[in-house]
């Protein structure tokens, strides 16, 4: 199945002023997609770096998603970074001036240019009804910080990472986790394959644990479940998802 890696850029994520909402966004939106993502790294607005770092999860991963540093500003350095990772030239992409252009109903300026200047042999993809594309480095998807307009490039353009996607059960449980410990060990040991998260839940009266199974494989995802209700009692279940 196809692995992604995702690279947060931006001084301002490292330093607490914003939220990263990019990355949980993306993991669970490739995850419903079948893409694992083994992978997600913050690093400060650093052009060695962003290099470095892209140039690493493209040779590791299968896809490779960037966050941030996009901008007509001095701190946005994604697209140089991501130049410098593949040795390639900034290039004013002409398509992009004119989508401006026509965005704003007259010249771009000099910051607005500087975000036409994309390595070299990019390829580009139109976003829905965004006037700026999604920019293509090989493997590597060139997506804005602002979550609003990520958002909104990554579904223009989502269906295109499609494998087979995880199906998830949910089991809340009224045993603490110490006590159904050795069920949980036994249930792996009879489904090694089986994504098995145990998850305590504190000030919360009805059930103590949840507990989710994931599998791509809807047969043995439920044999599972089965297994595990077996060895627990019927009085230790709150409900199932």
């Known amino acids: 199945m196809p692995s992604a890696g995702i690279l947060v850029i931006g001084n301002e994520i490292l330093s607490g002023k914003v939220v990263d909402t990019n990355s949980p966004y993306l993991c669970r939106e490739l995850r419903s997609l079948g893409v694992d993502v083994e992978r997600v790294l ?135 986790e110490s006590d159904i410990a050795e069920d949980l060990h036994d249930l792996l040991k009879e489904f090694p394959e089986l994504m098995l998260g145990s998850y305590p839940k504190v000030g919360e009266e009805r059930f103590h644990v949840l507990l989710t199974l994931e599998s791509r494989d809807a047969g043995y995802l439920q044999r599972a479940l089965d297994s595990l209700l077996g060895k627990l009692s019927d009085d230790a279940v709150h409900k199932v998802e």
Do not use: C
């Open 42 to 176: 913050v690093i400060p607005d650093d052009i060695d770096l962003i290099a470095n770092e892209t140039k690493a999860m493209h040779e590791a991963y299968d896809f490779v998603f960037t966050s941030g540093g996009v901008g007509p500003t001095h701190d946005d350095m994604t697209l140089d970074g991501v130049a410098k990772a593949f040795d390639r030239s900034l290039e004013l992409n002409d398509g992009i001036v004119s989508r401006m252009e026509r965005a704003q109903g007259g010249t771009v300026n000099e910051s607005q240019e500087k975000m036409a200047r994309i390595p070299a042999g990019s390829v580009l993809i139109d976003a829905g009804d965004l006037w700026f594309p999604v920019i293509v480095v090989e493997n590597v998807y060139v997506f804005p910080g602002i979550p609003e307009l990520l958002r909104k490039k990554f579904e223009s353009i989502r269906e295109r990472f499609r494998g087979v996607p995880f199906l998830l059960k949910r089991v809340y449980v009224r045993p603490r």
